[in-house]
């Protein structure tokens, strides 16, 4: 991963666990922190018009001097740098910020793993937007929540190029934070009309469906078991939704990962990208890697 760690915070609850989290990571992975404010004139109100523009400029850029000041006392020797930058779209604004940054974080609204991240239009924009990965993390992580989780979960789709960058963020993650990886392969059975001469010969070849997909689960996992030696690895290959496989297994993470769409397996077989459902639903932070994110 290149490029500073960026936390958007707007003074919420959950924009300082955001926060917190960002420069947590900043620390591990010796890199730079920079937090962005999105802000933007309010004079929809007759409140907010009275106050006027400098006013609500200053309070902005007072909150933000808040929040670093509690980060500078917690990471006494983190370089971080901020920006308050004035936008009549704050998705536009934060997705600028991302535009070099190695990681974004943001606050995501959440109330509990069954009705999970509330994004809001401003996080759905820049989660699809982003050419970075984007972690979105919740108003009750902590430290000790972090330390409670054992694991990177990861999920695994197509073939090795298209999971590099989701399985490289994952693998980084882990060997910043001394964590194992979960990379987590869903299949479904394919519709009789998805088969083909070529296809058959494969999953012949490879001894069957499951089969088949463990072996490229493992062939995806083997550069990035080469490159990173010290990180301990589970191969996790199940039938069912890559969401709903991924979810199953998101109570012992630290960190789910989840990357797009990729192609579809030889024989057809594929759990289809997992990313809305897992952001929206595990309990624990979650991180969205487009593909070439984190390169």
């Known amino acids: 991963m290149t490029g500073p760690i960026t936390a958007g915070v707007d003074g919420t609850d959950e924009s300082r666990a955001a926060l917190a989290w960002a420069a947590r990571e900043a620390v591990r992975r010796d890199v730079a922190l920079r937090v962005v404010h999105a802000w933007r004139f309010e004079e929809h109100t007759a409140a907010a018009a009275a106050v006027g523009r400098d006013v609500q400029e200053a309070g902005a850029r007072e909150a933000v001097r808040a929040a670093v000041e509690d980060i500078g006392a917690r990471h006494p020797g983190l370089a971080v740098t901020t920006e308050v930058v004035a936008g009549d779209d704050p998705a536009e604004t934060l997705l600028a910020a991302a535009a070099d940054a190695g990681t974004l974080v943001l606050g995501s609204r959440g109330h509990g793993a069954v009705v999970g991240f509330l994004l809001g239009s401003v996080g759905q924009q820049v989660v699809a937007g982003a050419r970075c990965p984007v972690v979105l993390v919740r108003a009750g992580d902590s430290p000790a929540a972090e330390v409670a989780g054992h694991e990177i979960v990861v999920g695994q789709d197509g073939d090795p190029e298209d999971s590099a960058a989701v399985l490289r963020f994952a693998f980084e993650t882990a060997a910043a934070r001394g964590a194992a990886v979960r990379a987590v392969r869903a299949w479904t059975l394919p519709p009789v009309f998805a088969y083909s001469p070529a296809s058959l010969k494969l999953l012949d070849d490879a001894g069957g469906l499951e089969p088949y997909e463990r072996k490229a689960l493992a062939e995806a996992l083997a550069p990035w078991r080469e490159r990173f030696p010290g990180v301990h690895v589970v191969e996790h290959v199940e039938i069912g939704s890559a969401g709903q496989v991924l979810l199953s297994v998101a109570g012992r993470a630290q960190l789910v990962v989840v990357g797009g769409r990729a ?24 991180a969205g890697v487009p593909p070439g994110g984190g390169a």
Do not use: F, Q
Not at 267 to 285: D, F, I, K, L, N
């Open 263 to 286: 192609p579809r397996t030889a024989g057809g077989a594929r759990g289809g990208t997992a990313a809305p459902s897992v952001v929206e639903h595990a309990g624990c932070p979650g």
